[in-house]
Nanobody, 124 residues
């Protein structure tokens, strides 16, 4: 059974940085694209970033482009989300997800396995 476990969330001041990690166990990590999504209070879950099985094909939501960087280490079965210049509107629960395919997608319906989420709170 595939499991995804996120870590690295926390409380940070606006302008600060956090690095989220997501470790995947129980499956073949390197064959699949991975993605990060987030859900703010009272809002629907939204796409943040994705990358292909080989670390290429990165794609970002407009709201985080230039500030966030997604990457992966297939030897460690881990995907990362480096978040810089954080803003209060980045406050949300962040989820990593494994795609059904080798190339990343922006729709949640293209992902079949999800982590439990990690809270990121950015204070003003």
């Amino acid at each position: 059974q595939v499991q995804l476990v996120e870590s690295g969330g926390g409380l940070v001041q606006a302008g600060g940085s956090l690095r989220l990690s997501c470790v995947v166990s129980g499956g073949t990590f390197s064959r699949y694209a991975m993605g990060w999504f987030r859900q703010a209070p009272g809002k629907e879950r939204e796409f943040v970033a994705t990358l292909a099985w080989n670390g290429g094909g990165t794609y970002y939501a407009d709201s985080v482009k230039g500030r966030f960087t997604i990457s992966r280490d297939n030897a460690r079965n881990t995907v990362y989300l480096q978040m810089n210049s954080l803003k209060p509107e980045d406050t949300a629960v962040y989820y990593c997800a494994r795609s059904k395919d080798t190339w990343g997608r922006t729709s949640q319906h293209d992902y079949d396995t999800w982590g439990q989420g990690t809270q990121v709170t950015v204070s003003s």
